[in-house]
Every structure is written in C-alpha cells, then in structure tokens.
Nanobody, 116 residues
Framework: QVQLVESGGGSVQAGGSLRLACAASGRSAGRHILGWFRQAPGKERELVASITSSRVARYADFVQGRFTISSPYVYTVYLQMKSLKPEDTAVYYC???????????WGKGTLVTVSS
C-alpha cells in the first residue's frame, strides 16, 4: 500500500508561480511512475505531467513549457508551475503507479486557484 501526500497548492494571480510537492510513503519497491493530474470543476481528470523512476518525463500539450516535473528524491515528485493561467485552476492530484501490474495510488489532491 502506498500513501501520497500533496502540498503546495494555493491561490495566485495569473502569471504567477507555484510548486507542488508529493511524497509517497509505504512505498512499493521497484520501477514506477509518478504523475500529476488535475480536475477542474465540471471536467474530467487529465494528465498534467509524469515522470518515471528513470526520470523520463512527459507533459500534456497544454503545459507548453510552463511546468516542470522533477523527482530528485526517490518517491518524491514536484511540479514547478510558472506563467499560470486562470484555466489552470483545478484540484491537482498526485499519482503513483507501479511499473509491473500498473497498480495506481492517488493522493487526496491540492487546490490551485489562479485569478485573472
């Protein structure tokens, strides 16, 4: 069982920056993928960015170079967000997925609000 705790959400004006953090405990050993997803009101949850335990990262098209995902420590993942837009307003969720069997664990989410 893996528990995920997110932090770093908050309110910011358009153009501002935030850094989200997620730490996994009760870890599942081995290769894995850590990712950030978001869900805006009335919309489906969508991938923002992910990074493998080999530190291969990928991003959603809407990121457009504004966000950076990193995992400098094992089972910890950050999302540095810059040039935030009002449409980035959402609850951001951290996900841990095992490489084998693709078992998923989710955090409870952290709210990001971007005002214009």
């Amino acid at each position: 069982q893996v528990q995920l705790v997110e932090s770093g959400g908050g309110s910011v004006q358009a153009g501002g920056s935030l850094r989200l953090a997620c730490a996994a405990s009760g870890r599942s050993a081995g290769r894995h993928i850590l990712g950030w997803f978001r869900q805006a009101p009335g919309k489906e949850r969508e991938l923002v960015a992910s990074i493998t335990s080999s530190r291969v990262a990928r991003y959603a098209d809407f990121v457009q170079g504004r966000f950076t995902i990193s995992s400098p420590y094992v089972y910890t993942v950050y999302l540095q967000m810059k040039s935030l837009k009002p449409e980035d307003t959402a609850v951001y969720y951290c996900k841990f997925q095992t490489w084998v069997r693709s078992v998923e664990y989710w955090g409870k989410g952290t709210l990001v609000t971007v005002s214009s």
